[in-house]
């Protein structure tokens, strides 16, 4: 005989619905102990055992598992219209963004300089991000500014100049009463980039535009000298170097020595110097497809990504660390 309260045991497992009572040790032990019958018992010791495994067989077979029916949630509702409100996380457990934080900054120091300030767009149309700067179709400037394209034809923005048109177009009557264009229009940008400690492929970056009449190189390199002696509360040691983008003529890099190596060259800047930003005197065609006479007026802009600059102030060595999500890095600036 088999052992009533091992096989009562197995039977509420089975009626439980545990679908491991057929691998159970117990169930097992059962057919182990048939090997040990006398001759004369196993056959009915035997046909009991399976007899056994299959009504626990057809117990869960037959199992069927309770369910409770809940109310619906209508999440088109206020909360009151539902049972239950959600529980959100203390505000106290939550930090700005050290990008956002800084570029607070950035703003309100421009704001001091007289800029006014304007968001750029996630999402652009070709004209804009190109033609409209002096990028002419199928040239093959437009290979260096690789982005990325959504089904409908608009393009990932891969620059905040993006809005020079926009800016320049709403505000041309300003020069008409005697007053600048001056704006910084800060925004995200997307490009088909190589990731490394100075390079991501999705960044914040800050544009500057200022049109008047009788503005040289020389006022755009004192802007910029100002802003990032007051941003970074010391004298910076910068230099400029000629370079080419087809919206400015003359064009510029703009960079300053690098604080990680003191210009001795290191993965951060490669050889001393960490390139800020890209600047130069508005193209006359710019300036034209904007509505703008180029004979009467001339201006300079400028962009940069703002990472960079965070990066800088912050002694942050791997740009990367800003879209990693890592709350360890994210809490050093609570």
């Given at each position: 005989m088999m052992d009533e309260s091992l096989v009562n045991g197995l039977m509420e497992r089975a009626k439980a619905g545990d679908q491991t009572v057929l691998r159970s040790a117990e169930l097992k032990?059962?057919?182990?102990?048939l090997k040990t019958k006398p001759t004369e018992e196993r056959a009915a010791f035997g046909k009991a055992v399976n007899e056994l495994k299959q009504e626990l067989e057809e117990i869960l077979l037959n199992h069927h598992p309770k369910t409770?029916?809940?109310?619906?949630?209508?999440i088109t509702a206020p909360f009151d219209v539902n049972a239950k409100k959600p529980g959100l996380l203390p505000a106290d457990q939550g930090s700005v963004h050290p990008l956002m934080k800084e570029l607070e900054q950035v703003l309100q120091i421009y704001a001091r300089m007289g800029f006014a300030s304007a968001e750029s767009r996630q999402l652009d149309d070709d004209w804009h991000m190109f033609e409209s700067l002096n990028f002419p179709p199928d040239h093959p400037a437009r290979d260096n500014t690789d982005t990325f394209e959504v089904e409908d034809g608009l393009l990932a923005p891969a620059h905040t100049s993006t809005m020079q048109n926009r800016i320049m177009s709403a505000n041309k009557h300003l020069l008409d009463i005697g007053q600048p264009i001056a704006y910084v229009?800060?925004?995200?940008?997307?490009?088909n980039e190589d990731v490394d400690a100075r390079h991501e492929h999705t960044f914040y970056q800050l544009e500057g535009i200022y049109v008047d009449?009788?503005?040289?190189?020389?006022?755009?390199?004192?802007?910029?000298?100002?802003?990032?002696?007051?941003?970074?509360?010391?004298?910076?040691?910068?230099?400029?170097?000629?370079?080419?983008?087809?919206?400015?003529?003359?064009?510029?890099?703009?960079?300053?020595a690098c604080p990680f190596c003191d210009k001795a060259g290191c993965h951060v800047c490669g050889e001393g110097w960490l390139e800020l930003l890209g600047c130069g005197m508005i193209h006359p065609n710019v300036l034209k497809m904007a509505?703008?006479?180029?004979e009467k007026y001339t201006g300079f802009a400028w962009g940069g990504g703002i990472e960079r600059m965070v990066m800088v102030k912050n002694n942050i060595e791997d740009v990367r660390h800003f879209h990693s999500a890592n709350l360890k890095f994210l809490r050093q600036f609570r």
């Open positions: 032990s059962l057919f182990e102990e409770t029916t809940q109310k619906p949630i209508d229009i800060p925004g995200r940008v997307f490009r009449k009788g503005i040289n190189a020389g006022h755009l390199i004192s802007v910029l000298q100002t802003f990032f002696e007051a941003y970074f509360g010391k004298k910076m040691e910068v230099r400029t170097q000629p370079f080419y983008f087809p919206f400015t003529e003359p064009s510029f890099e703009f960079a300053i509505g703008i006479d180029a």
